[in-house]
């Protein structure tokens, strides 16, 4: 069963607008959130996270937002540039599974010049 | 940041063969550290929990016998494909994290694959 979920796998943007990618989860016991980057052939780059006691959290071009309720996050990134161009792996963890990631299927960007 | 090595990269070998995987935390211990599975155009899958001095735990569906786990220390753990066959190639990655709410860090990744 899916945990974690990112509905869009691929995105168009244009270079110098905002990226925003989108991911939803179902279980509530999730409390720490992380996006990464990862191109082909090598393994997934750290970009920001977020704990559940925050609904932002900001890192220079890439802020992510989280909204309990929902069980929904987000990530923006602005400017987008064309070294983004990558795929986006949204993942969460909850307290007692020893730091065990469940990951999205993962979202495509394209930034296009 | 921290950095998370992982040798070889590419590794192309014989039906029959084992092979193993390194992964090192280079500039912190890792008590716990993960082995994934990446299919292409697909998610990471996770293999199993590497606990350092401890036996791994697997996942469901993944072999024990046929993917062995050693974490005999707190920088470094393996993973050996034994006997591997051309359906176990694929892209292996592990992971490792400074602590719990800090975010895991990956290795580069080995393409394993099996003639």
Redesign the interface.
Known sequence: DQQVKQNSPSLSVQEGRISILNCDYTNSMFD?F?W?KKYP??????LI?I?SIKDKNEDGRFTVFLNKSAKHLSLHIVPSQPGDSAVY?CAASAPDS????Q????TQVVVTP | ?AV?S?HPSWVICKSGTSVKIECRSLDFQAT?M?WYRQFPK???M?MA?SNEGSKATYEQGVEKDKFLINHASLTLSTLTVTSAHPEDSS?Y?C?A?PG??Q???????T?LSIL
């Open positions: 720490y992380l990464y052939a090598e393994g997934p780059t750290f996270s704990s792996f020893w730091g065990k990631l990951f999205g299927a993962g | 940041g998370v992982q716990t993960f697909q998610s990471l996770l929990t892209f990655i992971s994290s719990q709410y975010p895991q860090h990956f290795g580069d990744g393409r």
